[in-house]
């Protein structure tokens, strides 16, 4: 169950809202090859921020999935950065993403391990 959780300290209204959740979430199943039925999104917004000493508006993505594979990296950065800076109207360079690899057995839902 691959994982994307974006805080901003932008203000999304609420159609926009759901509008980038849902593009983010069909983004993630086709890039990592999983239905979008098991794919988790999740928007913090607005959230008190600061990057380089300033509170202009920026936002933080962490992907969190089971055995991610380094080459589908590259791809996913640059269509999550697109997509957060078109659909949010954020600066690109004020957008961040992390990328985590979780190893099988440390993730779970419904009673079992993965």
């Not at 090859?33 to 913090?44: D, F, Q, R, Y």
């Not at 936002?59 to 997509?83: G, N």
């Not at 690899?101 to 440390?106: C, E, I, V, Y």
């Amino acid at each position: 169950m691959p994982y994307l959780s974006v805080t901003t300290s932008k203000a999304i209204g609420g159609w926009h809202a759901k509008e980038y959740l849902h593009a983010a979430t069909t983004l993630v199943a086709n890039q990592l090859g999983k239905p979008e039925s098991v794919v988790m999104t999740a928007l913090h917004q607005p959230q008190v921020m600061s990057f380089g000493g300033n509170d202009a508006p920026c936002a933080m993505l962490e992907l969190s999935a089971l055995a991610l594979e380094d080459e589908r990296v590259p791809e996913l950065y640059r269509t999550l950065h697109d997509l957060t800076v078109e659909r949010l109207a954020l600066p690109g360079d004020r957008v961040f993403i992390n990328f985590h690899d979780l190893p099988r057995g440390r993730w779970g839902s419904d009673g079992r391990l993965f």
